[in-house]
C-alpha cells in the first residue's frame, strides 16, 4: 500500500545506468573487499534461493528503517522475478572512511525472460557483527525529527524544500489528529526513476515517482533536470506523509482507498498553496465501494491507476464533508485497535477492507453499502445542478512532473 503515484507519462525506455564517483578514490584493502565480494554474493544467493533469514543477516542491524525495506523488498522479489535469475556483481570498492566502504554494484534479475539492469553505489559499515550492507551512500540533512537523505548532490535544493514541506506537515498533522511519529521521518530522494523503483520493490510499477510503508522512510524520485518541480513535489510529499499518519494511526490497518483518498485530500489542503485546483481531475461518477476494495493499485495501468485516485479522493472528501474530521479520526483510533498485520499491504487488502468496514459502521453507525447511496445521491444532485466535478471532487494533476530528458545520462 502507500505506492504514491505521482504520475509520470514518460516510461523509463533505458534501465542500465552507472554511479561512478567524481575521481579517482584509493584502493579498498583486498581482505575488506574480499568481505564486501562475499556479501555481495550472499544477498545473491539469499534471494535465489528464497531465504529470508540469510538475506537478512547481511543488513545493518541498526539501520532499522533500512533493515524493514529490505524485508519488504525481498518478500516481493522473491515471488516477482523469474527463479534463479537475480545477479550482484561488485564492479569496483573504495574506502570512504574507516571501517566504511563504497561498492559500485551491477544488479540484474529477468521477468518473463526479459532482462532489467541497475548501477549502485552501495555502502558497508564494519559492525559488532561484522561488515554489513547499510544502504545507498546517500547525502544528508536534518531538521528536529526529519531526516532527508538525497543520492546526488544536485538534489540539495529539493532536500532542503523536502525538509521544510514534511516538517510543516508533521506539525499540522499533530493539530489534525494529535499525530506525533514514533520515529524520525526519514526521507530518501533518488536522483533517477529506476534507482527508485528498484530501491522500493521490483514489481512497482513504472509511473509510480513516490512510496511509503509502514515503518519505511517516505521515497522520491528527484527532479534534477525540471525547472518547475517545486509545487508538485511538494504536495507529493505531503501525500506521502499522509500515509505516514494514515499508517501509525490505524496500526496499518486503513484499507488501500481510505490511505490513498486521505493521501489525495490532504496534499491538497493540508499546507497552503501547494496546487492548483484548475488542473484537477474529474470523474465521470462514482465507483463501487466493492470496485475500489477489489482492485490492486500497483496493478494497474497509468489511466486506471489515475481514476483509482480521483475516486479515492472524491469518496475521502465526500466523507469529511459529510461527517468531518473528529470521526474520521475516531474510525482511525478504532481501526487502531486491530492487531498489526506484519505483512506487504497487498497481501492484506482483504482482511483491511473488512476491518475498515468494521470501523467505519461502528464510529458512523452505516454500512459501506449505505454511505455508498449517500455518496452516489450527492454526486448526482451536483451534476443536475451544473456544478463540474473537478469543484466536487478534486485528485491530482497528471502529467510529466518527472521528466528525464536523457534517461542514459542521469
Known amino acids: 500500500m502507500r505506492s504514491r503515484a505521482w504520475i509520470s507519462l514518460l516510461m523509463v525506455s533505458v534501465l542500465l545506468f552507472a554511479v561512478a564517483p567524481a575521481a579517482a578514490s584509493p584502493a579498498c584493502p583486498e581482505p575488506v573487499a574480499d568481505t564486501v565480494r562475499k556479501l555481495v554474493k550472499e544477498k545473491e544467493a539469499a534471494v535465489n534461493s528464497g531465504d529470508e533469514e540469510r538475506f537478512l543477516r547481511v543488513i545493518h542491524p541498526d539501520r532499522r528503517t533500512y533493515w524493514r525495506e529490505q524485508k519488504r523488498w525481498f518478500e516481493d522479489a522473491v515471488r516477482y522475478i523469474d527463479p534463479g535469475s537475480f545477479r550482484m556483481e561488485v564492479e569496483s570498492i ?37 561488515w554489513k550492507d547499510s544502504d545507498l551512500p546517500f547525502e544528508r540533512m536534518a531538521s528536529g525529527d526529519v531526516v532527508v537523505f538525497y543520492t546526488d548532490p544536485r538534489l540539495k535544493k529539493q532536500a532542503a524544500v523536502a525538509l521544510d514541506i514534511v516538517s510543516r506537515a508533521v506539525d499540522a498533522f499533530y493539530e489534525k489528529f494529535s499525530w506525533v511519529p514514533a520515529e524520525a521521518v526519514e526521507v530518501k530522494l533518488y536522483h533517477h526513476p529506476e534507482l527508485f523503483r528498484q530501491s522500493v520493490k521490483l514489481s512497482l510499477p513504472e509511473w509510480a515517482a513516490g512510496w511509503n ?94 481514476q483509482y485516485y480521483s475516486q479515492s479522493a472524491a469518496l475521502f472528501r465526500f466523507l469529511i ?65 451544473g456544478e463540474g466535478m473537478a469543484d466536487r471532487f478534486p485528485t491530482e494533476k497528471i502529467g510529466d512532473h518527472f521528466r528525464v530528458d536523457d534517461a542514459s545520462n542521469p
Do not use: C
Not at 100 to 109: G, H, M, T
Open 94 to 130: 573504495a574506502p570512504e572512511r574507516p571501517f566504511r566502504v563504497r561498492a559500485l554494484i551491477k544488479q540484474s534479475y529477468r521477468k518473463d525472460g526479459k532482462t532489467r539492469s541497475v548501477r549502485y553505489p552501495l555502502r558497508f559499515e564494519k559492525t559488532e557483527q561484522g
Open 321 to 385: 464533508e459529510r461527517y468531518g474530521e473528529k470521526k474520521i479520526g475516531e474510525v482511525f483510533a478504532v481501526l487502531r485497535q486491530f492487531p498489526v498485520i506484519d505483512r506487504d499491504s497487498t497481501d492484506k487488502i482483504p482482511e483491511l477492507n473488512r476491518r475498515t468496514r468494521a470501523a467505519i459502521k461502528k464510529v458512523l453507525g452505516k454500512t459501506m453499502e449505505q454511505l455508498e447511496r449517500e455518496w452516489s445521491k450527492e454526486y448526482r444532485e451536483g451534476a443536475s445542478r
Open 213 to 306: 510503508e509502514a515503518g519505511q522512510s517516505i521515497k522520491f524520485v528527484g527532479a534534477i533536470q525540471m525547472d518547475d518541480w517545486e509545487e508538485s513535489f511538494a504536495s507529493g510529499l505531503v501525500h506521502e506523509v499522509t500515509h505516514k499518519m494514515v499508517s501509525e494511526r490505524t496500526g496499518d490497518n486503513a484499507a488501500y482507498w481510505l490511505q490513498e483518498g486521505a493521501a489525495e485530500y490532504y496534499q491538497t489542503r493540508l499546507l497552503p498553496g501547494l496546487y492548483s485546483v484548475s488542473d484537477e481531475q474529474r470523474i465521470d461518477r462514482p465507483w463501487r465501494f466493492v470496485v475500489l476494495e477489489s482492485l490492486q493499485l500497483e496493478k494497474l495501468p497509468v489511466k486506471e491507476a489515475s
